[in-house]
């Protein structure tokens, strides 16, 4: 292995939006994420939803306006 060509691969903590923390090794200095295995539906068996706009709403709102009327026209925007 070549020398002062590696960046330093150290301990570092990771940081997560809900709280959690954990230890871990990896070239950069600091990590924070989103999201970890502790928060994750997918780890805690809950749902949750990520929505950061209330896009999740907007497309349900969309979504039951199309379902009322049958799709006669392609597109809302077609007017002209
Ligand atoms: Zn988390």
């Given at each position: 292995?070549?020398?002062?060509?590696?960046?330093?691969?150290?301990?570092?903590?990771?940081?997560?939006?809900?709280?959690?923390?954990?230890?871990?090794?990896?070239?950069?200095?600091?990590?924070?994420?989103?999201?970890?295995?502790?928060?994750?539906?997918?780890?805690?068996?809950?749902?949750?939803?990520?929505?950061?706009?209330?896009?999740?709403?907007?497309?349900?709102?969309?979504?039951?306006?199309?379902?009322?009327?049958?799709?006669?026209?392609?597109?809302t925007?077609?007017?002209?």
């Amino acid at each position: 292995m070549k020398t002062d060509i590696h960046p330093k691969y150290q301990e570092v903590t990771v940081h997560c939006v809900c709280g959690n923390t954990f230890k871990t090794r990896s070239t950069a200095l600091k990590i924070e994420l989103e999201i970890c295995s502790n928060c994750h539906p997918f780890y805690t068996g809950k749902q949750k939803l990520v929505d950061t706009a209330g896009r999740v709403e907007r497309f349900r709102r969309r979504y039951a306006k199309a379902e009322e009327k049958p799709s006669k026209g392609k597109s809302t925007k077609a007017k002209s």
